[in-house]
C-alpha cells in the first residue's frame, strides 16, 4: 500500500470563504393594480364616509345629531345615523333607528349608495354625543343593557 496521507483539517488559509455576499434588494414599491382595487374595497369607502358624516355632525350643535335620508327609494326614509360598517370588498352598512325607535338597518353595495346627510334633534340629549363609525366594544356592551 502506497504512504496516504489523510488530511484530518484544513488549515484555515486553505478553505473556501462559503459565505454568501450581503446583497440588498431594491426596494418595490406597491403593485398599482392592487392598489387601485383596494381604493375601491368597501373598507376605504367606509373611511371616506364616517369622515364626511363626523365632519358634517361636527357642524351641528349638541341638540342634533346626523341624520341621513336615503334618497334612491321613490319614498322618503330618514332615520337617526348611529353606526357604519361594512364587509369587503363591497358591502356598506348603516344602521340607525328611525323616529318612532324602531331599529332599521341598510346593507348597500358600494356602487349605490347615496345618502343625504342632515341636521335632526337628537333623541335623547341627556347621554354624550359620539363619533359615528367608532363605537368600542365597551360601548356596545353598555348599550345592550
Do not use: C
Not at 446583497?23 to 418595490?28: H, S
Not at 398599482?32 to 382595487?37: C, F, Q, T
Not at 368597501?42 to 349638541?62: C, G, M, P, Y
Not at 341598510?106 to 343625504?116: C, F, K, P, R, Y
Amino acid at each position: 500500500m502506497a504512504d496516504s496521507k489523510i488530511v484530518k483539517s484544513w488549515p484555515d488559509s486553505l478553505m473556501p470563504d462559503l459565505r454568501l455576499p450581503d446583497i440588498q434588494m431594491p426596494k418595490i414599491g406597491p403593485n398599482p393594480l392592487v392598489v387601485s382595487v383596494e381604493a375601491n374595497y368597501a373598507s376605504e369607502f367606509h373611511k371616506r364616509l364616517v369622515k364626511w358624516i363626523n365632519d358634517f355632525d361636527a357642524t351641528l350643535d349638541q341638540q342634533h345629531e346626523v341624520g341621513v335620508r336615503l334618497v334612491s327609494f321613490g319614498q322618503t326614509v330618514v332615520f337617526h345615523l348611529n353606526d357604519i360598517g361594512y364587509w369587503n370588498p363591497s358591502l356598506i352598512r348603516f344602521e340607525g333607528v328611525m323616529e318612532d325607535g324602531s331599529p332599521v338597518e341598510l346593507i348597500q353595495h358600494v356602487s349605490q349608495i347615496s345618502v343625504l346627510l342632515m341636521k335632526l334633534p337628537r333623541n335623547d340629549p341627556s347621554k354624550a354625543k359620539r363619533k359615528i363609525g367608532f363605537i368600542t366594544e365597551e360601548e356596545k356592551t353598555k348599550g345592550d343593557s
